[in-house]
């Protein structure tokens, strides 16, 4: 109760303070800019510990903003957690889901023809409410048929890929994945837009930056309210890196990655500044998932202290870098120990934007307003899901596993979640330990569950 309350006080004070800076000129509400990594993983900044220190403009925008050491996805798989984040809704809900093969996480390969469902209200649709223009620049993921396509969602543009950029495929069985401009396909990744598997030469971060810089220019110069959704791959296995960048990490291919996204969050930063809408702007930085430790260690990152990592329900698959920035309005240097969720992105950007969440339908994300603004802390639990199966909660400072599974010892101390099916040429995970937690223990999540 006492965090609705706050949240209803902050909604007031945002109706009053967009009020005043209307007045002086300045654009209103906020302008919402939210970078969405790939498979990048907590322990890859320098901010959260990574030796290398080879991030200095995020690790600037946390000396600058809040870190979040407590922030989760919502799945731990690249489609699940991209949908919940512009639905607000745990993937059970919003569709993004399987069940069968033991909970096996759901994607949009080129052989799945599902996508986001035309039921579910995403937060470029809601936004348009507040009059806000939105981009999703890279990684869409919901979906590659035209009836999933971001333009039906309620983006207004788009440039990147319904995909990763997986391949090179041989255009016959099996195509290249496009790329797309808004409605139109400009070219496909290893074509008009190569990638070098052997150099991890590409240019596309590159790209992704211009065009994200350009809607921002665009949009100040129009002095309109904008989302950018700004959703890069790079370091997605097979990572890569433009030439200025390859070759000068001391982390490899996989750092050469980062230190090009980190460039271009300073550019983007920097741009914001130049421009004068620093103060007008939130930005929020975080990641899909945990780090692909299957790709590790050239081609995946690192969750610094936390097991395992993407495609598993251990806190490296599901605790991910977090950082907000927002100058003049979020205190600076700060740390919050609130606990957070891929989808409080939904329902803080709709509380920027001085809207209420949908009525009709669950949301499970909650407004981080309070804890950024005032320091506030609220009580809320954090789901881990594959799949269709609960497989953890986490409430406080205890986390209760209902299930887990568990491989040998050799493996564990190599860093493997996952063993090597017989017969099968893919990594997939090996269910040895299932075991369901006490019944009992289940009380834990069901007063929260059903109150959302």
């Known amino acids: 109760m006492a965090a609705v309350t706050a949240v209803t006080r902050w909604r007031l004070l945002l109706v009053l303070s967009t009020a005043a800076l209307g007045a002086a000129g300045a654009p209103q509400p906020p302008n919402i800019l939210l970078l969405l990594m790939d498979d990048m993983g907590w322990g890859d900044l320098g901010v959260y510990g990574e030796p290398s220190r080879e991030t200095p403009n995020l690790d600037r925008m946390a000396a600058e903003g809040m ?166 791959d790079a370091t997605h296995a097979p990572v890569y890196a433009s030439k200025p960048f390859l070759g000068t990490s001391q982390r490899g291919r996989y750092g050469d990655a980062v230190r090009e996204i980190d460039d271009s969050v300073g550019k983007i930063l920097h741009s914001l500044q130049d421009l004068g809408i620093a103060e007008s702007t939130f930005v929020f930085f975080t ?43 979020i205190p600076a240097g700060q740390v919050s120990h609130q606990l957070g969720s891929i989808m409080d992105l939904f329902t803080t950007s709709l509380s920027l934007a001085g809207l209420e969440p949908p009525r009709d339908r669950a949301i499970d994300g909650l407004s981080l307003l309070p804890a950024m603004l005032q320091g506030q802390l609220m009580d809320r639990p954090i789901f881990y899901y594959r799949g269709n199966t609960l497989m953890a909660v986490t409430l406080g400072q205890y986390k209760a596993h209902f299930w887990t599974w568990t491989n040998s010892w050799e493996e564990f101390r190599q860093h493997f979640c996952f063993l090597k099916v017989k017969g099968s040429p893919t990594l997939e995970p090996t269910w040895l330990g299932m075991r369901p937690w006490p019944p009992s223990a289940a009380e834990i999540a069901a007063p929260y569950f059903s109150s959302h």
């Open 287 to 329: 990641s899909d998932n945990g780090a692909a430790l299957i790709s590790a260690p050239k081609q995946g990152g690192s969750n610094g202290p936390f097991l395992c990592g993407k495609q598993t329900t251990f806190e490296g698959g599901m605790r991910e870098p977090a950082v907000a920035w927002w100058p003049g309005r």
């Open 67 to 232: 870190l979040f050491p407590n922030f989760y996805t919502a799945n731990p798989l690249c489609s699940p957690s991209r949908a919940a984040l512009l639905t607000g809704r745990l993937p059970i809900r919003n569709g993004f889901y399987t069940t069968s093969g033991h909970a096996r996480n759901a994607y949009t390969p080129q052989e799945i023809v599902g996508g986001i469902p035309d039921s579910e209200r995403l937060l470029p649709e809601l936004l348009k409410e507040a009059g806000y223009v939105s981009k999703i620049v890279g990684k869409w993921h919901l979906g590659h048929r035209p009836q999933f396509h971001p333009l039906k969602h309620g983006f207004d543009e788009w440039f990147g890929s319904p995909n990763c950029h997986f391949g090179p495929y041989d255009n016959r069985a099996r195509p290249n994945i496009p790329v797309y401009r808004d409605w139109e396909m400009v070219g496909r990744y290893y074509e008009e837009f190569p990638i070098n598997l052997k150099t991890g030469e590409a240019n596309l971060t590159q790209i992704y930056l211009q065009e994200a810089l350009d809607f921002i220019r665009r949009q100040q110069a129009a002095r309109r309210p904008f989302f950018l959704y700004w959703a890069v």
